[in-house]
């Protein structure tokens, strides 16, 4: 039986409230919508990427699940926070292969156990966070609805939700988003 946005947000309060129980049971429930913003974002990087889609999903989840300042307020905001838990996760992965690849550490290790990374696809993935930060100091409201559409797949309707915009300001914001991160990440 599906489980409707309601008894997400009820959990999730439930959760906020203290109740472990009811984590156990929001778990399952969110799962599968964790799973798909994961193959999102793994289905834009190179096939052999280190970082497994169940890594990724599994990462977030403990870094989930350890906030203690969110007071969750419903099943969109979750998963915006879990979009951008996400997006942080990868471009950390991006910096490490980053930083090891110039030698950095200089702890060695066996061929076998070396991190397969596209240079290529972890430049973008810096250039992009690099560009949607410069974008949050110029416009909050752009940056996170670019976070949100982009990094968390939220539909126009669910980023206008968790927002609290019209969906015809959140069309606006995002094209005008997009163009600007476009100039800024091919400069």
């Known amino acids: 039986m599906p489980t409707t946005p309601q008894e997400i947000t009820q959990f999730l309060t439930k959760w906020n409230r203290g109740d472990k129980t009811a984590l156990e049971e ?5 799962y599968p919508e964790l799973r798909r913003l994961a193959r999102g974002y793994m289905s834009r990087e190179n096939s052999g990427h280190t970082l497994q889609t169940s890594a990724l999903i599994n990462e977030a989840y403990l870094r989930l699940v350890n906030q203690q300042d969110v007071n969750w ?44 990374m596209c240079e290529e696809r972890a430049a973008e993935l810096i250039a992009l966070d690099d560009a949607l930060n410069r974008l949050a100091v110029l416009d909050a409201r752009k940056s996170q609805i670019v976070e949100l559409r982009f990094f968390g797949g939220l539909t126009v309707d669910e980023t206008a939700e968790v927002m609290k ?18 100039r800024e990440v091919s400069s």
Do not use: C
């Open 26 to 30: 929001l778990v399952p429930l969110v």
């Open 165 to 182: 915009l019209a969906p015809i300001t959140i069309i606006r914001e995002w094209r005008a988003a997009k163009a600007w991160l476009g």
């Open 73 to 116: 307020q419903n099943r969109s905001h979750f998963f915006a926070v879990s979009a951008q838990v996400m997006r942080h996760i990868l471009v950390d992965h991006a910096r490490k292969y980053s930083y090891e690849k110039r030698g950095g550490g200089a702890e060695h290790i066996p061929v076998d156990e070396v991190s397969v």
